[in-house]
């Protein structure tokens, strides 16, 4: 793992278990440039831009709500890969189900919560012996193992369960590089002109996507009781809704 403290020392992957088809209608809920292309059984988004990496948030905190926006409006699980120059970790996100995450320090000291790989495998289908066994090993000390070959090994597992990154994509490569390796790849989500699809302008369909979404999360959070989910909710829904008024008071040509 680089120790360039600099923010091109971090970098991030969404891997997602559907096809790109699949993806790229929801990518606009992340509010980023992101680069999609397939990851075998996967597909896998990368950031375009690097602003995420300069904000006051910790890297793995906007990794983890993107996976989990992307999860809750969706029937497939994301797997977020996450990385700068003092930590290295990553989160999956499923459904409704509360997020589970590893962490470990530049080194590859193990800096996670007991159990927890145990629960992705669990959530992905891996094998209960062989692949947790492997798993383990990645949360067991190892001084010849530093944080980048902690995500390598990961990433070795997941072929097992249908991932296979692009070649040259490198969990724990600086941003730039992954971004050259995914320079021909396709470009969604983030801000951009309004494009028609299906005679919808682009603007109206991520608002009725942010309805969509927000209500089963707003719902879920006040039924369990987990104020954070439900404000996300209400907010996903107050602002679709907002957009949708205006393109109905204010319609674009």
């Known amino acids: 793992m680089s120790t360039d403290e600099s923010p091109a020392a971090g970098g991030a992957l969404l891997l997602c278990r559907a096809a790109p088809e699949a993806v790229a209608p929801l990518a606009p809920l992340l509010r980023e440039r992101m680069l999609l292309t397939g990851a075998g059984e996967w597909s896998v988004l990368v950031p375009e831009g690097s602003p995420w990496l300069r904000g006051s948030e910790p890297v793995d905190r906007v990794l983890g709500g993107w996976a989990a926006a992307l999860a809750v409006g969706s029937a497939w699980p994301v797997l977020a890969l996450w990385w700068d120059a003092d930590r290295a970790g990553c989160t999956l996100a499923s459904g409704f189900r509360r997020p589970v995450g590893y962490v470990w320090l530049a080194d590859g000291t193990p800096a996670g919560e007991s159990g927890a790989m145990h629960t992705i495998a669990a959530r992905l289908g891996l094998d209960p012996v062989l692949d947790v066994r492997l798993l383990d090993r990645l949360t067991a000390p190892d001084p010849a ?5 902690r995500l390598r090994g990961l990433i070795a597992v997941l072929a097992r369960a249908g991932v296979e990154l692009p070649e040259g994509l490198d969990a724990g490569d600086p941003a730039h590089r992954l971004l050259r390796v995914m320079a021909d790849a396709r ?15 682009r603007a109206h369909r991520l608002a009725l996507a942010e309805v969509a979404v927000g209500v089963p999360v707003a719902a879920w959070g006040v039924r369990r009781r987990r104020v954070g989910w439900a404000a996300v909710g209400m907010v996903l829904m107050a602002h679709g809704g907002l957009e949708l008024s205006y393109e109905t008071v204010f319609p674009r040509d």
């Open 145 to 149: 193992a530093d944080a980048r070959a």
């Open 187 to 201: 470009r969604v989500g983030g801000a951009g002109p309004d494009v028609a699809e299906g005679g919808m302008p």
